[in-house]
C-alpha cells in the first residue's frame, strides 16, 4: 500500500461515516500489512505517519480539520477557525 492509497481510504471513510479516529487508521493498516506507514509517537504508541498525512493533507487541505484531543479528523465546519486543527 501507498501513502497515497492510505489516504484516499482515510476521505472515504470521512465521507462515509463523518469523522475518522487515528486509532481506526492504525487499525486498518496493521490489518493490511501496511506498519512502513505508521510511526511510533513520543508516548510509544503506534501512530499514522508522515508521508500519508502528508497525502490526506493535500487531498483535504482546506476541507478537513484535526481534533486534538479526540484525535480524529472531520469535515471543517463554519464555526472552525481557519488552520487545520479544530478548537476541541
Known sequence: MKPGDAAAWMLSE???EGCLYQDDVVDYLVK????DLLRENADGNLAVGTRVL???RRLTETDVVWVKP???WRFRVAEDEPGREARG
Open 14 to 16: 470521512i465521507d462515509r
Open 54 to 56: 502528508t497525502a490526506f
Open 32 to 35: 493490511h500489512g501496511a506498519e
Open 70 to 72: 479526540d484525535r480524529y
